[in-house]
């Protein structure tokens, strides 16, 4: 079989190709559906940024930041549908701002930072929360329950120059029409600065790639032909649909 090179067009790629089977290149656009001239990257996580995500998961805050990575292969668009595992047990929703760069970060100071946004957005850190509870008695690193194909759906991005205070954004995800998880950027244990500031002393931060930011409460499994409601308040209001892979 021949190898496809897809070029960068204002045309969005289809999220999965029928006769493949094998998800297609994802582009970064923004908001109102354009094209973002970046490449898609690696995404860089920080966990437990939130008081409240750490109390329910029945953690304890540590004074040293908890960083993962999401390979570039993570990355789908968040709507209409995207496509979760059906065969590893739960599968669980982690609604987080996203933050795309679009200029080199390594060992940045925070006047650097602001300078090095393109935009923010809503992304889900999906979580194979069996696989992950799994790995971690076994004393292992839980990459395949936060890195598999798809496990980082992402709405289009505002961009930066629109929001005057990013550390004010408020956001949400109604499942079925009921509310799940309420996140307000202010409570967050890193700022958005911050935690920039900390991941590019371990990892540069490249343009094209993305940053969470981190899940408030109320992670919980997502069911097949699930409603999903995202809304990063006035910017985005995501409507979308969670379908899992055994059913076309
Ligand atoms: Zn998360």
């Not at 297609?24 to 001239?37: C, K, L, R, S």
């Not at 650097?112 to 929360?129: C, F, K, P």
């Amino acid at each position: 079989m021949s190898e496809q090179t897809q070029e960068k067009s204002s045309k969005l790629p289809q999220q999965l190709s029928d006769e493949t089977a094998i998800p297609v290149v994802y582009q970064h656009t923004d908001w109102q559906g354009q094209a973002i001239d970046l490449p898609a990257g690696k995404v860089v996580c920080i966990g437990q940024n939130y008081l409240d995500h750490i109390q329910e998961m029945n953690s304890q805050p540590a004074p040293q930041a908890l960083f993962f990575i999401k390979p570039t292969t993570a990355l789908r668009r968040l709507a209409p549908v995207f496509v979760i595992p059906s065969s590893h047990g739960a599968v669980h929703n982690e609604t987080e701002i996203a933050v795309l760069i679009k200029q080199p970060l390594c060992k940045a100071t925070s006047a650097e930072v602001a300078a090095a946004i393109w935009g923010y957005s809503l992304a889900l850190d999906l979580t194979l929360r069996d696989v992950q509870a799994e790995l971690k008695k076994l004393g292992r690193p839980w990459e395949i329950a936060k890195g598999f194909d798809g496990a980082c759906p992402i709405a289009g991005f505002v961009p930066a120059a629109l929001i005057d205070e990013p550390q004010q954004l408020q956001f949400s995800l109604q499942v079925n029409n009921s509310l799940r998880q309420q996140g307000d950027a202010i409570l967050m244990i890193r700022s958005i600065t911050q935690i920039l500031v900390e991941m590019s002393q371990w990892f540069t931060l490249a343009p094209g790639d993305i940053v969470l930011t981190g899940t408030p409460a109320g992670v919980g499994p997502l069911q097949h032909n699930d409603q999903l409601h995202l809304a990063l308040s006035p910017w985005l209001d995501v409507l979308t649909t969670v379908h899992t892979d055994q059913i076309k």
